[in-house]
């Protein structure tokens, strides 16, 4: 009887989820053509013809370029920062729909169309040009760093969810670096223009299903008009624990810092010129990259309202076991872990996708939590090689010069796994300053997109106003975050506006001088 939900007769409806959806379809078709129309594509030759090299400078199909960007970039982002974002509410919700609209698609569609103005360059490069050489350097390190810490946090996770089915931790761990050496090694053609899209199309099938399941279903969960309170529907409003956790992780920054896939990732900027070596047409920008980000917030909003379902509706007593539903009640009555902190994402995952979609289920969830970090890890180790030899100089049509950066690099990404397995907190600790490296690397993207706009001499306005935006956010969460400076508050968010302030003045400063160069 304490499983029973309350308030059975709340109305069961998702009226802001459907509402979601069709904002994103609506901000695709409108937003995404404006923003299209703000670059300017045309048909002039791009890199992918004019530097074809056979490894990295490839035409493929653009279907094909269209599902290695969506995994390049999605992973298991959309899922689990979804998952955990949800928390907060259908807040969530709002930043996945406006975050995804008029920043991130736009961030990406801008960053990748900007790689192939310029002969498919890589994101330092490109910030080098807009924002100048120290920024430049600053940008080398700090994207290198952030790839690397994908690449492992992605190798460890997958790994230990493949002990549990057969085989020692440490000998997946060996299995995946030595797949990511081949991938990373390999032209982009054989493994991943080839492998890619099969796991492209076997997450959006499993989001596809999942939302079938909703619509069936149409649990009673949160609306963006209710008292989020009164929308806990579990027999004990005390083990859902979203309360504490927000309490200690305020939904200004937080909210914006765990879903970044789904809304906003500078992680992204760093894929784009993967796939900009490989378009024959500008034209094909905005449904590759533009389009992408779109289905991923598709994707994100599905898992939000998963999550929503999972632990407000108290949906988890339908898809564990009986043994776990009173394992859980057990610890929880001796003051033992909430909700939110003993089911964690990849085991909402696991739970849901086994209960709602059978054995078919299972094998999806396994990609999705296995699969698809492994092939961001793969990428962002590919990104990381590219960008090093733009920054050297060196040409990487011939194996020995590829071996040439590989070999220091995977050494180096070792050594930091390594102290990741030795450290009790060593994950976490990784996990937690690559979601802040994350959102700061979409700070210098969109700081530098805004540059661009204004020496082109078109509305910058789209470009500004995330990157303020963004700005805020970064600065905010390094005042008032405990694994950062943990200010007060009302001292870190004082901070934060000021921070805005000197943005705005530095940018309008920069600007009047501009205008004035320009005009003289």
Known sequence: MLLLPRNLNKKE????????????????????????????????????????????????????????????????????????GAWYGPVAYLWIVLGCIFAGAMHDYMSGMLSIRHGGAGLPELVGKYLGGTTRKVMLVFSVLLLMMVGVVFVYSPAIILESICGSKMFWIIAIFVYYIIATLLPIDKIIGKVYPLFAISLLFMAAALMICLIVKMPAIPELWDNLSESNLNANPAWLGAEPFMSKNPLFPCLFITIACGAISGFHATQSPLMARCMKSEKLGRPIFYGSMITEGFV??????????????????????????????????????????????PTVVKLVCSSWLGVAGGVLALLGVVAAPITSGDTAFRSARLIIAEAIGLEQHSMHR?????????????????????????????WQYFGWANQTLSVFTLWTLTVYLVQRQKPFIVTLVPALFMTVVCSTFLLISKQALGLQSTVAYTGSIIILVLALVWFFAWYTKYQRTIHS
Not at 311 to 332: C, D, I, K, L, N
């Open 13 to 84: 409806e998702m009226v802001s989820f459907l509402l979601s959806l069709v904002a994103l379809v609506l901000g695709y078709l409108f937003y995404g053509k404006f923003v299209a129309h703000v670059f300017g594509p045309d048909d002039r030759p791009t890199p992918a013809v004019t530097k074809a090299d056979g490894v990295d400078f490839i035409v493929l199909p653009s279907w094909k370029i269209f599902m290695i960007q969506f995994l390049n970039i999605a992973g298991t982002g959309p899922i689990f920062g979804a998952i955990m």
């Open 402 to 430: 590829r071996l040439y950066i590989c070999i220091p690099m995977f050494v180096a990404a070792i050594l930091l796994l390594v102290w990741q397995m030795n450290n009790p907190d060593g994950f976490n600790v990784i």
């Open 300 to 345: 994100a909003l599905i898992w939000a309202t998963v999550s929503m379902y999972f632990f407000y509706y108290g949906g988890w007593r339908e898809v564990v076991s009986p043994e776990v539903a009173q394992q859980f009640t057990a610890q929880a009555a001796d003051g033992g872990k909430t909700l939110v902190q003993y089911f964690d994402a």
